[in-house]
Nanobody, 131 residues
Framework: QVQFVESGGGLVQPGGSLRLSCQASGFSSNYYAIAWLRQAPGKEREGVSCIKPNSHGGSAYYPDSVKGRFTISRDSAKNTVYLQMNNLEPEDTATYYC??????????????????????WGQGTQVTVSS
């Protein structure tokens, strides 16, 4: 059974940090492009990071809104991808989702790529940044 389970969300004060985890089971995420996306109430879904498989260079992408504050990484042995979020701002409040896709010529190239090409999705984890 394919599963993609996020964890690590919570309530944090502005300027604080959180590390989100996304653990895959039933498939090897090492061969997939992995993206983190977020959606706040009343707002469109936004891609905040993605990472290519190590076999395709392992490069990462960040939009300007999170560049320098968020870092995506993967632990191949644990079949897990992380999103380290530092210097969090109230505007980062959202439900965060991880997603995996294998259309590597389209995904995580200049941006996270077409959302429809991400095949596996987690259930989401809530991040709230508030004092």
């Amino acid at each position: 059974q394919v599963q993609f389970v996020e964890s690590g969300g919570g309530l944090v004060q502005p300027g604080g940090s959180l590390r989100l985890s996304c653990q895959a089971s039933g498939f090897s995420s090492n061969y997939y492009a992995i993206a983190w996306l977020r959606q706040a109430p009343g707002k469109e879904r936004e891609g905040v990071s993605c990472i290519k498989p190590n076999s395709h260079g392992g490069s990462a992408y960040y939009p300007d809104s999170v560049k320098g504050r968020f870092t995506i990484s993967r632990d191949s042995a644990k079949n897990t991808v992380y999103l380290q979020m530092n210097n969090l701002e109230p505007e980062d409040t959202a439900t965060y989702y991880c997603a995996a896709g294998d259309a590597l010529f389209r995904l995580c190239v200049m941006d996270i790529g077409p959302v429809r090409d991400y095949r596996y999705w987690g259930q989401g984890t809530q991040v709230t940044v508030s004092s």
